[in-house]
């Protein structure tokens, strides 16, 4: 670069500390179920007291179910945190390309798992809108229902064929979890929590080489593929309390944009985590904490959250 290269006097316009991050002191529980049309899902069960309420997790594309990590680590026990890999994901198997309502199909016979006990639905950025077809077409019905930096509205590229992903492989464990980065840019995450999500998103191949856990056949967008919009979103029909929440410096989900969600859900509210980018929970996971404790707890599903949520501010 020139000395005289205006870019060379550019600097990050976000300079925020980190999060301390450790990673988590018990592994949690690995379980399958088969779905209706005979494919093997895995999901992660976190333990929990006995008749806590449930969170069902469920996590965006080309992403996973360890991506909650750092929310199922603080909120277990009090809360029994479950967290499933979608179809063509993680370790969850799959039977060729998949649409938005297939995973909803997928996400109603998930969450008939843990029936008879209260249930919260997260949902993060493209399962926001898996969540809705799940209600809509499928029957779920939560008590609490969370859309974290879910854009609602459908965008040109929605309309265009996308290539295929890639999966190339690399030599080391490693390389690999170096080269893992998140889509969209932009985080203030931990260094260490991004490799520690970088180290679940790998698998070793026969030949010894690492590649990416998630299926290009399942999670490319083929041509004609149906992204409803939000137009088009039953959310009206969605009467529990709704908190929609998003990143400060999200370039997908802005204040205006989650305040329209919002209002189109007869019980929402929208909150914003400052700091944060389109992965909220691996940006500032404490702040992104506290706001689902007080969400529950505003709504009756407290579980001892209360001196969880003042205790993650110390």
Same mark, same amino acid.
């Given at each position: 670069?020139?000395?005289?290269?205006?870019?060379?006097?550019?600097?990050? /316009?976000?300079? $925020?500390?980190? !999060? &301390?991050?450790?990673?988590?002191?018990?592994? %949690?529980?690995?379980? =399958?179920?088969?779905?209706?049309?005979?494919?093997?899902?895995?999901?992660?069960?976190?333990?929990?007291?006995?008749?806590?309420?449930?969170?069902?997790?469920?996590?965006?594309?080309?992403?996973?179910?360890?991506?909650?990590?750092?929310?199922?680590?603080?909120?277990?026990?009090?809360?029994?945190?479950?967290?499933?890999?979608?179809?063509?994901?993680?370790?969850?198997?799959?039977?060729?390309?998949?649409?938005?309502?297939?995973?909803?199909?997928?996400?109603?016979?998930?969450?008939?798992?843990?029936?008879?006990?209260?249930?919260?639905?997260?949902?993060?950025?493209?399962?926001?809108?898996?969540?809705?077809?799940?209600?809509?077409?499928?029957?779920?019905?939560?008590?609490?229902?969370?859309?974290?930096?879910?854009?609602?509205?459908?965008? /040109?590229?929605? $309309?265009?064929? !996308? &290539?295929?992903?890639?999966?190339?492989?690399? %030599?080391?464990?490693? =390389?690999?979890?170096?080269?893992?980065?998140?889509?969209?840019?932009?985080?203030?995450?931990?260094?260490?929590?991004?490799?520690?999500?970088?180290?679940?998103?790998?698998?070793?191949?026969?030949?010894?080489?690492?590649?990416?856990?998630?299926?290009?056949?399942?999670?490319?967008?083929?041509?004609?593929?149906?992204?409803?919009?939000?137009?088009?979103?039953?959310?009206?029909?969605?009467?529990?309390?709704?908190?929609?929440?998003?990143?400060?410096?999200?370039?997908?989900?802005?204040?205006?944009?989650?305040?329209?969600?919002?209002?189109?859900?007869?019980?929402?509210?929208?909150?914003?985590?400052?700091?944060?980018?389109?992965?909220?929970?691996?940006?500032?996971?404490?702040?992104?904490?506290?706001?689902?404790?007080?969400?529950?707890?505003?709504?009756?599903?407290?579980?001892?959250?209360?001196?969880?949520?003042?205790?993650?501010?110390?």
């Amino acid at each position: 670069m020139r000395p005289d290269d205006p870019l060379a006097e550019m600097s990050d /316009p976000f300079d $925020f500390a980190y !999060e &301390p991050w450790q990673p988590p002191d018990r592994e %949690p529980n690995h379980r =399958f179920f088969t779905t209706s049309d005979g494919v093997p899902l895995h999901y992660v069960d976190w333990p929990a007291n006995e008749n806590a309420p449930v969170v069902v997790m469920v996590h965006g594309r080309r992403a996973h179910a360890r991506w909650f990590d750092p929310v199922a680590m603080d909120l277990s026990p009090r809360y029994h945190c479950v967290s499933l890999d979608l179809r063509g994901h993680g370790d969850s198997q799959n039977h060729g390309p998949v649409d938005l309502d297939r995973y909803g199909a997928d996400l109603a016979e998930f969450f008939e798992l843990f029936r008879g006990r209260p249930r919260i639905l997260l949902a993060h950025s493209m399962s926001g809108r898996v969540a809705i077809l799940a209600h809509q077409n499928h029957g779920v019905r939560p008590e609490l229902l969370v859309m974290a930096d879910t854009p609602l509205t459908r965008r /040109p590229h929605h $309309f265009i064929k !996308e &290539p295929p992903f890639v999966n190339k492989p690399y %030599p080391t464990r490693e =390389f690999a979890m170096r080269r893992f980065r998140l889509m969209p840019p932009g985080t203030s995450a931990n260094p260490e929590l991004l490799l520690y999500v970088g180290g679940h998103s790998i698998k070793q191949n026969e030949d010894g080489t690492w590649s990416w856990k998630f299926s290009d056949v399942s999670t490319t967008r083929p041509e004609g593929i149906k992204i409803p919009d939000f137009t088009e979103l039953g959310m009206e029909s969605i009467d529990c309390p709704t908190l929609v929440i998003y990143g400060e410096h999200s370039i997908l989900v802005d204040a205006e944009d989650a305040q329209s969600i919002a209002n189109r859900f007869p019980k929402g509210k929208a909150v914003g985590i400052p700091e944060a980018f389109h992965h909220l929970m691996l940006d500032r996971p404490k702040a992104f904490n506290a706001a689902l404790l007080d969400f529950f707890r505003a709504h009756g599903l407290e579980s001892s959250a209360t001196v969880a949520a003042e205790n993650y501010f110390k």
